[in-house]
């Protein structure tokens, strides 16, 4: 008996020693499938730009749909087969239908609504979704949770944009909520990673800095649509310096850096005077000295940015630990489980690139940027090809602002920028961000169908002139064929009234020749009479 049983034993643990080499098997080809789907993918997503036809760019979007289905679930699978949980299925599975929800819910409800930012926005949440399930379950569930009710607030959206045509003339309600929210933190905010971010609500957090980002932008696009005057261009100002001071004495240097991004960019699209982005940036950097002497934790990141390993446990542990992180990844990465990207600090939030450069791999990550690319492109596109100017600078106000803080977060976490603290859009771990960024999409969702409606009234009016030309031309041509008719009736009757009259003179001649001939007999013989 006992040698049966550890012959049995022997039995397991081959058959263990089997399946565990065939799960690393599984591991190491499916992290290259992942990368080889991202970069068709991220192709599909600037390959549709080349192509005007419906058809075509349809086909591409329904690709774009099975790459994106097809990566989510080989992620799925292999953190499955790591942990050996069946709740991954389950959690897989509700993930699946909040995806085929948010594609069917946009079609249905807005026919004319950009399927390629559909898409993309649902990449972005899949790729953030595999790995903050990778780093911690919890986390991933209440992110899901975050996203299943920001999703359905956003929906009600693009709604308001269409049929609210008063929103570019709330200009002083948008300055005073804007600082009337940031400075609610100041007074009623919890301290977070040293500086005041949060407030709570009802056993909620919010960061009110996360949807200031969206006011202000609708306050200077309602400010300088139709007045780019010295005196309101300082005024302007002056409101936006406002925003950027409070967030700045709440130590939120992300935001801050993003509204004076955005508010710059507005100003030179709307001004075309490249002395005002000028002076906006020897303002800042003066601002930046200014606060590098006033605050340590901005000497304290300045430090950090210089060299982390020369500060490692006075700030740099964890610029350190995303540089370690991305070069241990390399190119193809260390595939799900099989790095140690949960040793990152806030790698779900903050440093949420680096664990996916480390486990997905730079090429991976790279592609991730370029969807990032993708999606500003795609709000460029919608802002240059809007006719009202106060949607047009919404439009690009948050374009900017969306890719600012993508450069942001993944600057800062390769040391390219200071860390500034700010989140990756949709995949970093957060709700006031992840609700921000879905309402940031569906304005642009309602702009995108405001221009089809746009494109709609011109086709209309042009079919319309066109009808009125016809009708025009159908009309002159008619009263040509009258008058034709006419001077042909006139042409026949002067012609017959001509004959007559050829015909009445040649009657009369007939008439009178006789009496010539009589006339000429009587002179002849008179002449012969004289003559005789």
Not at 133 to 158: D, E
Not at 291 to 317: C, I, Q, S, T
Not at 341 to 357: C, G
Request: aromatic share 10%.
């Amino acid at each position: 008996r006992t040698s049966g049983g550890n012959v049995h034993q022997g039995t397991l643990e081959k058959r263990n020693k089997v399946g565990g080499i065939l799960i690393n098997i599984i591991v190491e080809l499916s992290k290259y499938l992942m990368i080889a789907l991202m970069l068709v993918y991220t192709f599909e997503c600037f390959a549709v730009f080349n192509y005007t036809d419906k058809y075509t760019q349809r086909s591409i979007i329904r690709k774009q749909n099975v790459l994106m289905f097809l990566l989510h679930m080989i992620a799925f699978l292999v953190m499955y087969l790591q942990t050996n949980e069946t709740k991954m299925i389950g959690f897989y599975g509700m993930q699946v239908v909040l995806f085929l929800a948010i594609i069917l819910l946009y079609t249905i409800i807005y026919p004319r609504v950009s399927r390629l930012v559909v898409n993309n926005m649902c990449m972005l949440m899949a790729i953030g979704f595999i790995m903050i399930t990778r780093l911690s379950y919890s986390l991933a569930v209440k992110q899901f949770l975050i996203v299943s009710a920001s999703v359905a607030i956003s929906l009600v959206i693009p709604v308001i944009i269409r049929k609210v045509k008063a929103l570019s003339k709330w200009k002083i309600f948008y300055a005073i909520a804007g600082v009337v929210m940031l400075g609610v933190v100041i007074i009623v905010g919890r301290v977070t990673g040293g500086a005041m971010l949060n407030v709570a609500i009802g056993g909620f957090t919010l960061q009110p800095s996360e949807l200031v980002k969206i006011i202000f932008v609708f306050f200077v696009a309602a400010s300088l649509k139709d007045d780019t005057s010295f005196k309101n261009i300082v005024i302007t100002t002056a409101v936006a310096a406002m925003h950027v001071l409070i967030l700045v004495v709440s130590k939120d240097l992300g935001a801050a850096l993003i509204i004076f991004a955005v508010y710059l960019v507005m100003l030179y699209v709307a001004s075309r005077q490249p002395l005002y982005v000028l002076a906006g940036l020897i303002a800042g950097s003066g601002a930046s000295v200014v606060a590098y002497k006033l605050f340590n934790h901005v000497r304290v990141r300045v430090l950090v940015w210089k060299d982390p390993f020369a500060v490692y446990n006075e700030g740099g542990y964890q610029v350190a630990q995303s540089l370690m992180a991305i070069g241990t990844g390399s190119w193809f990465g260390m595939g799900l489980f099989q790095g140690a990207a949960d040793q990152i600090p806030v790698a779900e939030s903050d440093f949420i690139f680096s664990a996916i450069a480390e486990e997905m791999g730079l090429i991976f990550a790279l592609g991730l940027i370029l969807v990032c690319v993708s999606v500003y492109m795609m709000f460029l596109n919608i802002a240059m090809q809007l006719r009202d100017s106060f949607y047009k600078l919404v439009a690009l106000g948050l374009g900017t602002c969306f890719i600012f803080q993508s450069f942001l977060t993944i600057g800062g976490v390769t040391k390219f920028i200071p860390s500034t603290g700010v989140t990756l859009p949709l995949v970093s771990y957060g709700g006031s961000s992840v609700l921000s960024t879905l309402i940031m999409f569906a304005i642009i969702q309602g702009l995108y169908i405001l221009r089809e409606d746009e494109e709609e009234d011109i086709e209309r009016r042009k079919e319309q002139q066109l009808r009125a030309q016809k009708k025009q031309t159908r009309r002159s041509e008619t009263a040509g064929r009258r008058k034709s008719s006419q001077d042909t009736q006139r042409t026949t009757i002067k012609r017959r009234s001509t004959a007559g009259e050829k015909k009445n003179e040649r009657e009369k001649d007939a008439a009178r020749r006789p009496q010539r001939r009589e006339k000429t007999n009587k002179e002849k013989e008179i002449n012969k009479q004289r003559i005789r």
